[in-house]
């Protein structure tokens, strides 16, 4: 049973920064592909969940949403089976709740949609004022 555990986040200001930590478990040899991508998503409340950014595990590429490129960073630490997300520079439009998800890739690509994630943490909240 695949788990993924959100942390990190918490109260940033106009132009700070915050880093969350989502943590994976219950990995087994045949779920891999179901887990080949990790990303990062986010909800304000009234509005649908969004992509934020994502990684592929095996080869590292990323994708990012155009509202945080050049601010956020996804990275990963696979003996810690720990992906991050470097928030900098953060504005009051990043405040949302951050929800870690893995999904499989479509070839070595992550689509960065809801639709394609199967597996989702609990959530952190992030609020930047």
């Known amino acids: 049973h695949v788990q993924l555990v959100e942390s990190g986040g918490g109260v940033g200001q106009p132009g700070g920064s915050l880093r969350l930590s989502c943590v994976t478990s219950?990995?087994?040899?045949?779920?891999?592909?179901?887990?080949?991508?990790i990303a990062w998503f986010r909800e304000v409340s009234g509005k649908e969940r969004e992509g934020v950014a994502d990684i592929y595990v095996d080869g590292g590429s990323t994708i990012y949403a155009d509202s945080v490129k050049g601010r956020f960073i996804i990275s990963q630490d696979n003996a810690k089976k720990t992906v991050y997300l470097q928030m900098d520079n953060l504005k009051s439009e990043d405040t949302g709740k951050y929800y870690c998800a893995a999904g499989p890739a479509v070839g070595s690509y992550c689509p960065l949609t809801v639709g394609d994630f199967g597996y989702w943490g609990r959530g952190t909240q992030v609020t930047v004022s």
């Open positions: 219950g990995y087994v040899s045949n779920m891999k592909k179901y887990t080949a991508c």
